[in-house]
């Protein structure tokens, strides 16, 4: 077999959830995002492995994945979709049973025309500008909606993984202002708002990437790990060079692996210069260009040749390889892509 292989550690995605349930007291309950497919993971596996552990409360950004889980899940579990109520949604939302977080008094008024009765929460913003109803709109419609019993109010921190940014506590004030006395169960932390303490906690949480073993949860367990086959491996001189463009000239003899797995994986081209991959663990430093399909890898050093290597695993992890790309360890979870073999290991 030639692809390279996703492998994901089911019971470290559990033990991360447990954790993060953990660092709220028993009067929070402890929900689960597991929008743009369980963050690239395979939302089946996901969802089944959470809620096999307890999880009740999921969240999806958009209601597609929402009748998704439904799907695997059965009816038992809540599944909450930040896009709210949107044009189009009304009929998986009310067949599937599907709760709204309604971020506009245009999604409050098409959610209770098209199926009143039907559960809803709210989304406030408190200024991180993106979703969710303005306070000024909140404050003129909230005893309407009060009386329709949402159930549940929630907003979004713009800045919880800098636990000392003033954006914060800003959020926190504002949110409390809003939803104090109103009887309805609120929920403000994400992943970040959790390890900010309990005062963020409110009644429901909802962790990402800390399930998946990512910053800003630090003690995390890492989740994933990315093995690429070695498909050929060849000397070259001095002189010669690897990959598209010449960018790689060894300076002296070198023995090349060339792996399979590139930027169709989500292997960003631009990783190459700074990332290694790993042998065991001995690194073995990316020479050349990535290609779609396929990346050289110097492995002059080695006293065998690998049958394969290690780009993510206990050597090296998303936020280390997010780093070298400039980016975070949700864009390199979420672009894994397609054609690598996913294997699961349980729970
Ligand atoms: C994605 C998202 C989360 C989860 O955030 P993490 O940082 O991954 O824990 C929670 N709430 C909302 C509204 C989100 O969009």
Redesign the pocket.
Known sequence: MSTARLTVDLGALVANWRALDAASSSATETGA?I??NG?GLGVEHVARALAKAGARKF?V?VAEEGAAVRETLGPEVEINV?AGHMRGDTDMIGDLNLRP?INSVDQMLRHVEALPGHPFGI?LDTGMN??GMEPADWLAVRDTALELSPTLI???LAC??EPDHAMNTRQLRLFKELTAGLGVPC?L??????LLGPEYHFDVT???????G?L??EEAAPVVRLDLPVIQVREIQAGESVGYGNTWVANDRAIIATVSGGYAEGIHRIIGPKTSLYAGDIPCPIRGRISMDSIGVDITHLTEEPQGLTLLGPQQGIDLIADNAGTIG?EVLTSLGERLTRRYKPA
Do not use: E, N
Not at 189 to 194: E, H, L, N, V
């Open positions: 995002v929008k743009a963050y969240f950004a930040f977080m989304q993106r979703l929630m907003s979004h919880a993984d929920s932390s994400a992943t970040g708002g959790i909802r962790p990402g990437i800390g399930l998946y990512g800003p949860f949700y």
